[in-house]
C-alpha cells in the first residue's frame, strides 16, 4: 500500500500523505524525478526520505519508490477537487434536506469504478464521497478503495449510522476527513430532525467505533429548530468526540427550489456574516450524480454532462456552463449589494424559485 501521493494541482506539484493534512509543495524536477524513479523501481530519492521524516515522522529509508509512491500523471483538464453522490438513497428523512428526491438508482459498480478512474484522469485529487447516504450503498467499500488505490484523498460525507461498519477499512486505509453531521445532543431533538426512530442512537455508536479505531472524525453541527436550544450540548458532544467541528445554521431550499427544507430554520440562527467572494465550481471543481451527470457543484445542475457517454472531453464544457449560472439575472440583475451577497446565484435562484422570505438570503430583507 502506498505511503505518499505525488500529484499536479494547477500550476503546483504537492506530495501528500493519506489520513494526513500536512503536505509537501515540489519543484516540477522533483515531480518527475519520482516518476522515473517510480518506472525503473529505484529507492525512495534521499530528499523524500528525508522530508516524509520531518512532515510526517515516516521512515522511507528502505522503501523502493514504486511500492512507496502513487505518482499521478498530468492532465490537461486541471481539475483538483470533485464531490460525488455514490446514491441518493439514505436511511434518514432529514427535514431540512437540500435533496428534493432521494432514489437509491444508480450506476452498477462496473460504472462506478469507471467513472472513478476519469475522476483520476481529470486531475481528481481530494474527492468528496457524498449522497445520500453513501455508507449504506452496496458498492462503498469498493469504490472506496478503488479510489484510495489511485491515489486519491478521500472526504466521506455522512450522518454516521452506518460508520461503525467501515472502521477496519477506513483504519486500514485513511480518508483525508471524515466528516458527521450532528443532528441534536439527545434522541428527542436528533430523531424529530431526521425523522427516523433510533438515528441518535446509531450515530452515537458509530462516532464512538471510530474513536476506538483511531479514525479521526470532523463534526458539523446541523442548528435548526429542533436542536438550537441544545447547542451547547452539541459542542460538548464535538469535544468529546471530534477532532474539530463546524456549525451549519443557514438551511437552504432543495437544489430544485423546494421550499420545504425551510421550515426547520432556527430563525435567530440565520448567519449574515460570510460574503459571497467567488468560487471555482466549473472551473478547479465538479460535481458528480449517481448516473455520472457532471455539474457545476451540488446547487448550480443546470446543463449536465453524461461523463459515461461523453467521456471527459465533456468536461470541457463545463466552464462556459459554469460562468452562465452564475450571471446574477432576474431579481438579482444589477443588484447595488451584490458585492456583500451572502449567496452564490445558483443558490439565489432556488431561494427565490422557494419563495423564500428575503431575510434568509438577501441584504434586501433587512
Known amino acids: 500500500m502506498h505511503a505518499v501521493i505525488a500529484s499536479p494541482q494547477e500550476d503546483k506539484y504537492l506530495v501528500a500523505r493519506p489520513g494526513a493534512r500536512a503536505g509537501l509543495k515540489i519543484e516540477r524536477a522533483h515531480y518527475r524525478e519520482l516518476a522515473a524513479a517510480v518506472d525503473a523501481a529505484l529507492p525512495v530519492p534521499s530528499w523524500l526520505v528525508t ?59 462496473g460504472e462506478k469504478l469507471r467513472l472513478l478512474a476519469m475522476l483520476r484522469d481529470a486531475g481528481v485529487l481530494w474527492l468528496q464521497i457524498t449522497g445520500g447516504e453513501p455508507l449504506i450503498d452496496s458498492d462503498f467499500p469498493a469504490a472506496y478503495e478503488h479510489a484510495y488505490c489511485m491515489g486519491m484523498l478521500i472526504e466521506i460525507l455522512t450522518n454516521g449510522s452506518q460508520l461503525h461498519r467501515h472502521v477496519d477499512m477506513l483504519a486500514q486505509m485513511p480518508p483525508h476527513k471524515v466528516t458527521v453531521s450532528l443532528y441534536g445532543a439527545t434522541p428527542e431533538s436528533f430523531d424529530a430532525l431526521t425523522r427516523t426512530k433510533g438515528s441518535f442512537k446509531n450515530t452515537m455508536r458509530g462516532l464512538t467505533a471510530a474513536q476506538a479505531a483511531g479514525v479521526p472524525v470532523e463534526l458539523t453541527l446541523i442548528i435548526t429548530k429542533h436542536n438550537a436550544h441544545e447547542l451547547a450540548d452539541m459542542r460538548a458532544l464535538a469535544e468529546q468526540y471530534a477532532v474539530t467541528h463546524s456549525e451549519y445554521s443557514n438551511i437552504s431550499p432543495t437544489y430544485a427550489g423546494g421550499a420545504a427544507p425551510l421550515g426547520s430554520q432556527a430563525p435567530d440562527f440565520i448567519s449574515k456574516e460570510s460574503v ?91
Not at 521512515?59 to 492532465?75: F, K
Not at 460525488?84 to 428523512?93: A, D, P, R, V
Not at 445558483?346 to 434568509?360: D, G, M, N, V
Request: glycine share 8%; proline share 7%.
Open 51 to 109: 522530508n516524509a521524516h520531518e512532515t510526517w515522522g515516516l521512515n522511507l529509508t528502505s522503501e523502493r519508490t514504486d511500492q512507496a509512491v502513487i505518482v499521478r500523471p498530468e492532465t490537461a483538464l486541471g481539475y483538483s477537487r470533485a464531490t460525488w453522490e455514490i446514491c441518493l438513497g439514505c436511511n434518514f428523512q432529514c427535514a431540512h434536506c437540500y435533496l428534493p428526491e432521494r432514489p437509491f438508482a444508480g450506476l452498477p459498480l
Open 276 to 366: 459571497f467572494t467567488g468560487c471555482p465550481a466549473g472551473h478547479t471543481f465538479f460535481h458528480v450524480d449517481p448516473h455520472g451527470h457532471a455539474t457545476m457543484c451540488k446547487i448550480g445542475r443546470e446543463n449536465p454532462i453524461n461523463l459515461m457517454t461523453d467521456g471527459l472531453d465533456g468536461l470541457l464544457r463545463l466552464p462556459k456552463i459554469a460562468d452562465a449560472q452564475m450571471l446574477r439575472t432576474g431579481g438579482c440583475s444589477e443588484c447595488a449589494l451584490s458585492a456583500t451577497c451572502r449567496v452564490c446565484r445558483p443558490l439565489a435562484r432556488a431561494y427565490q424559485e422557494a419563495k423564500a422570505p428575503l431575510h434568509t438570503y438577501c441584504q434586501h430583507g433587512n
